[in-house]
């Protein structure tokens, strides 16, 4: 074996010693978020067996219930954060409202997810993946929906978890960001991508919805023509259409993820993507990467929330193409 290989839990150990607030429940805390992942891991990996199984309509072989994979993914991480002490509560793409463990009298953290981002690829083997983010309680101890709602800016942590062809953890603390490959045969996270950036030298990569061109106002069709066809060296386009995978790559590769404000509603203009669920954890990496995220007019991660569901515009990727999308969007 490889004797650089490094444990996923030895590397937390070791980095928590940095942080103020990093005492063992936010490693604990960390090590919970990674269990689910494993166990959500195995049932994805698992999906394109189901019918050669003889898994039929709701049960399995056995007659117990076999639930949609998002609804599994929801399930797991809430059931392993609700034994978790520290935790006061969660909040969750797949639910109205967030859940207070009211019993957690000594709890610290809130967490966030979007428990299986990109589920509408979830039947055709295409990656998918789990998208977390850590905030302090501004009180121990006290949990209010004003835990939630806050500026992407106050995160203690984030990443997410790929189910790719290999499961990967990318996370950050503030401190860089590390990913870590999943290997199968120890169940364990081995240190595979020490700290990221994201490269200067990019394969120019575009990633959007292009068939959304006639939904866009007259600013993003600018912007999207430049980076379609009039940028003076030429850019190439890759959506999956999972954010999560559109992401991890551009993050590996360099290049732009956008997904502008559209029209489909004519007087009610809206961005698709989660504020609290998917834009600020991702922005929190691209910024600790050397990149950067907004809506077109602010920084994600100094967005001040009002709704937990919030939907907003992203752009996320190189500094560089960022200014690019900014300069088109202001009509400048
Ligand atoms: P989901 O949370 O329902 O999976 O929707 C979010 C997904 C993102 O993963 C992806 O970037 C986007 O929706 C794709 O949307 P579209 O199909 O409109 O291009
Ligand atoms: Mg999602």
């Not at 709602?149 to 503030?174: C, D, N």
Request: glycine share 8%.
């Amino acid at each position: 074996m490889n004797n650089k290989a490094v444990q996923l839990q030895h590397y937390i150990l070791n980095e928590q010693k940095k942080f103020p607030y990093a005492k063992g429940d936010f490693t604990l805390l960390l090590s919970d978020i990674i269990i689910g992942s494993k166990i959500i891991s195995r049932e994805v990996n698992k999906a394109g067996l189901v019918e050669i199984l003889g898994l039929t309509g709701n049960e399995n072989i056995q007659g117990e219930q076999v639930q949609k994979l998002d609804d599994y993914s929801n399930d797991t991480l809430i059931n392993i954060l609700s034994q978790n002490q520290s935790v006061g509560g969660v909040a969750s793409e797949e639910m109205a409202d967030p859940i207070y463990f009211e019993d957690h009298t000594e709890a610290r953290y809130c967490v966030l997810f979007d428990p299986l981002d990109g589920s509408s690829n979830i039947d055709v083997n295409v990656s998918i993946g789990t998208i977390f983010s850590i905030y302090k309680l501004k009180k121990d101890g006290e949990i209010t929906e004003m835990d939630f709602l806050r500026k992407g800016r106050e995160q203690l942590a984030s990443g997410y978890i790929l189910y790719g062809s290999s499961t990967m953890l990318v996370f950050t603390t503030g401190e860089g960001v590390h990913g870590f490959t999943l290997d199968p045969s120890l169940g364990e996270f081995i240190l595979s991508h020490e700290n990221i950036t994201i490269p200067e030298n990019s394969k120019k990569i575009y990633s959007v919805n292009q068939a959304n061109y006639r939904f866009w106002d007259e600013n993003t069709k600018k912007m999207i023509d430049y980076f379609t066809k009039e940028a003076e060296k030429p850019f190439s386009s890759r959506y999956i259409g999972s954010l999560v995978a559109d992401f991890h790559r551009n993050l590996l590769y360099g290049g732009i993820f956008m997904y502008p404000l559209d029209y489909k509603l004519k007087e009610k203009p809206r961005g698709k993507l989660r504020l609290m669920y998917e834009a600020n954890p991702l922005a929190m990496i691209i910024e600790q990467a050397g990149g950067s995220a907004t809506n077109g007019k602010e920084n994600i991660l100094d967005i001040k929330p009002n709704m937990i569901h919030q939907r907003e515009p992203l752009y996320i990727g190189n500094k560089e193409y960022i200014d690019i999308a900014m300069k088109y969007l202001n009509g400048s």
